[in-house]
């Protein structure tokens, strides 16, 4: 079960949000997190995104992939209409960043992040978003409107005690870098992509 371990009010350059820590153990140094914008109205569908750490995209501005675009935009859409962020500690897709790296260097050989995770005996994605679920439950959220391109994170709510209202996309232009990254977001995983 997790806990509410702290939270304080946290301003940002998006604005100012709560920022509350969620873990089983008031001593882990990795806890999620959910990033609420102020006056957010619970009586009716929530914006929620459900974020996974990406510590290359959000801290460093890897042109890999879009997660730390994704972030931002999903931090001023929140602080503009009212939501939560929940912010999950699963950098690479649950693999850890060392895997992430080693990952890396395959796609440098050729390997798309799927062949590239297959290939190190790790699973394609092993995220889990109960632990998203299990948030919004704490926080007593009902019904949500998802921030999303990924049907699993829909398929999640939808087999939860938390109404679907609506997907809002959340989708940003690729670069030459994150070209195949996004195609393979696209064809694999079946994410709710545009063509550019």
């Known amino acids: ?15 100012e949000f709560r920022m509350i820590a969620f873990s089983k153990l008031e001593g882990d140094w990795m806890p999620h997190l959910a990033i609420i914008a102020k006056d957010t109205d619970y009586s009716k569908p ?30 001023n859409f929140i602080h503009k209409n009212g939501g939560i962020i929940v912010y999950l500690r699963q950098e690479g897709r649950n693999i850890g960043i060392i895997n992430k790296l080693k990952a890396y260097a395959l796609q440098e050989q ?20 109960d632990i998203a679920i299990e948030i919004l439950n704490i926080l007593e959220v009902k019904e949500v409107n998802l921030l999303t391109n990924n049907p ?42 545009e063509d550019e």
């Open 46 to 75: 929530v914006n929620v995104r459900f974020h996974s750490e990406c510590i290359t995209g959000e801290v460093f501005h890897s042109k890999k992939c879009e997660c730390g675009q994704q972030l931002d935009a999903a931090m």
């Open 152 to 193: 699993q994170k829909i398929k999640f709510v939808k087999d939860s005690n938390i109404r679907f209202n609506k997907r809002i996309p959340l989708q940003i232009d690729s670069t030459k870098e994150s070209e195949a990254y996004l195609k393979t977001k696209k064809d694999y995983f079946g994410h709710l992509l």
């Open 110 to 129: 050729g390997f798309d992040t799927v062949e590239a995770n297959l290939k190190l005996g790790l699973p394609a994605d092993d995220r889990n978003f």
């Open 1 to 15: 079960m997790l806990k509410i371990q702290a939270e304080s009010n946290v301003p940002t350059e998006h604005g």
